[in-house]
């Protein structure tokens, strides 16, 4: 007996450059003036990054409201498949013994975004707390 193949047609983008595959690379500089959610000691920040069902997180920074992180974290996939989700930044504080404190959010569409053409956002004040930007 033969086999037959079906081949899955390709996802029709609107320009070539959606259809491209590459990275998506969100930078990480620092945040200032976190929430502070341990009431003995500074907090151990880190950031949650998700994209769709995709997600990353940075190092934590230890006893500090004020983490620089430094951190380059990729997505890859095609433009057009990645910009269609938003970019959720979350901050939480690490606790060893309890679950991880939320100190707060920021939330981009992503769908303006164009190939090699860089997203910039600076000192964004996060959302759902009193007090912090990233």
């Not at 200032?32 to 998700?50: A, I, M």
């Not at 190092?59 to 990729?74: A, D, F, Y």
């Not at 498949?81 to 970019?87: A, P, V, Y």
Request: proline share 3%.
């Amino acid at each position: 007996s033969e086999k037959l193949h079906q081949k899955m047609p390709l996802r029709q983008y609107e320009n070539d450059s959606l259809a491209a595959f590459g990275v998506l690379e969100v930078y990480l500089e620092r945040a200032d003036h976190l929430l502070d959610t341990d009431k003995n000691s500074e907090c151990d920040p880190y950031v949650k990054v998700q994209l769709g069902r995709k997600s990353q997180r940075t190092k934590v920074i230890r006893s500090t409201r004020s983490p620089n992180w430094n951190e380059r974290l990729k997505f890859e996939g095609r433009l057009g498949d990645l910009i269609k989700h938003e970019l959720t930044l979350r901050v939480f504080d690490k606790d060893k013994w309890t679950f991880d404190d939320k100190l707060g959010e920021f939330t981009v569409a992503l769908d303006a975004l164009q190939a090699n053409k860089p997203l910039r956002f600076q000192e964004v004040k996060l959302l759902k707390v009193a007090t912090g930007i990233i």
